[in-house]
């Protein structure tokens, strides 16, 4: 059981410039009493900057959803065994799971970049890879989603005046990793590659097997 004072944070690397979202990074805080603040940023600097102006001296964090790749495989293409096993389980994702040589360079280098960061500065902290858009897809299309305490969430943070779809996948990413370190047994997908290299240490990649055991409360 999480205590009040548990901080989860949530990052989700920006793009291109002249996308939408001008480059911005969504930045997510949680507490264990339920508290969130969210924002947009620009780059790691400015994001790791944002968390270390909420997380009062002597705290830290005990864990970070990061929705960017925090392991890599060697294999031919870079291929990774998580990314191909949920593709085969999970095909209406084939689009957005894509092989790590295929994924957009902001993310993969400024999702690695927060993620050395954070074991920089709070070695202790679980880093956590997570995928908003599939998670999010997942957890809409089971039918305990309506009237869940995410729901509910995810409305508020839909209605976020200033880069909601950043913000929400930050704020995902931070939900679903506080959703497992404080739920039942999560299924590692980072389990499926043991000589994985992940250069930021040890990183998990929890995947939702069973949607409706996370909504319940």
Do not use: Y
């Not at 040890?202 to 055991?213: I, K």
């Amino acid at each position: 059981m999480m205590s009040q004072t548990t901080i989860i944070l949530g990052f989700q690397p920006g793009g291109r410039a002249g996308n939408q979202g001008r480059g911005r990074s969504g930045v997510a805080l949680m507490l264990g009493d339920g508290a969130v603040e969210s924002d947009v940023v620009r780059g790691v600097d400015e994001a790791f900057a944002w968390f270390r102006a909420r997380i009062p001296d002597g705290a830290a964090p005990v864990g970070a959803g990061i929705a960017a790749p925090l392991f890599w495989e060697t294999s031919a293409g870079g291929a990774r065994r998580a990314d191909t096993w949920l593709r085969r389980a999970r095909p209406e994702f084939a689009r957005a799971i894509r092989p790590l040589n295929a994924v957009m360079g902001a993310t993969v280098m400024q999702g690695m970049a927060m993620a050395l960061r954070l074991r920089a500065a709070w070695p202790a902290i679980g880093l956590n890879e997570t995928r908003p858009g599939p998670l999010m897809a997942t957890f809409r299309a089971d039918p305990g989603f309506v009237g869940s305490a995410l729901a509910v969430s995810v409305a508020q943070w839909s209605a976020l005046n200033e880069g909601a779809e950043d913000r929400s996948a930050a704020l995902l990413s931070a939900w679903w990793t506080a959703r497992c370190l404080d739920g039942p047994a999560p299924h590692d997908l980072a389990l499926l590659a043991p000589k994985a290299l992940m250069p930021a240490g040890q990183a998990t990649s929890f995947w939702p097997l069973e949607p409706a055991r996370w909504l319940a409360a």
